[in-house]
C-alpha cells in the first residue's frame, strides 16, 4: 500500500532553520508531482510548496525566498527546506502526491497521497 511520511518537525526559534522530509514507499511516485501543505490551528489547510515531475517549483508568496523544495533522484523522496522561520510559519505540514494537470499544483485535489503531518513551531 503506497503511504507517505514525514519527519523533521520540531522547535525552532525565530530565523532558525528547520527541513521537513516526505518517504513515500508502496510504489514509485517519480512521474508525480509532490507538494507541501500546512495547517495552523483554526485555519484552513494551505499551499506551501511543490515540485513537479519535471523539476518545476511553486511556492506560496508567503514562503518565498525562505522555503526551498526538492526531491532526491529516485522521486520517492521529497525535502523542504525551511529557513528564515516565523511564528506565523507554525503549522501541522504535510506532504502530498499527485498530478497537477487537472487543478494545479496550488491546489489540495490535485493530490492522491497525503502523509500524516508533522508539527512545526517556531517560538522563542
Known amino acids: 500500500q503506497a503511504q507517505l511520511v514525514e519527519s523533521g518537525g520540531g522547535l525552532v526559534p525565530p530565523g532558525g532553520s528547520l527541513t521537513l522530509s516526505c518517504a513515500g514507499s508502496?510504489?514509485?511516485?517519480?512521474?508525480?508531482?509532490m507538494g507541501w501543505f500546512r495547517q495552523a490551528p483554526g485555519k484552513e489547510r494551505e499551499f506551501v510548496a511543490a515540485?513537479?515531475?519535471?523539476?518545476?517549483?511553486h511556492y506560496a508568496d508567503s514562503v518565498r525566498g525562505r522555503f526551498t523544495v526538492s526531491k532526491d533522484n529516485t522521486g520517492n523522496t521529497e525535502f523542504l527546506h525551511l529557513n528564515s522561520l516565523k511564528p506565523e510559519d507554525t503549522a501541522v505540514y504535510y506532504c502530498?502526491?499527485?498530478?497537477?494537470?487537472?487543478?494545479?499544483?496550488?491546489?489540495?485535489?490535485?493530490?492522491?497521497?497525503w502523509g500524516q503531518g508533522t508539527q512545526v513551531t517556531v517560538s522563542s
Open positions: 508502496g510504489r514509485t511516485f517519480s512521474g508525480y508531482s
Open positions: 515540485i513537479s515531475w519535471s523539476g518545476n517549483k
Open positions: 502530498a502526491v499527485g498530478g497537477c494537470s487537472a487543478y494545479g499544483c496550488f491546489d489540495p485535489r490535485a493530490y492522491d497521497y
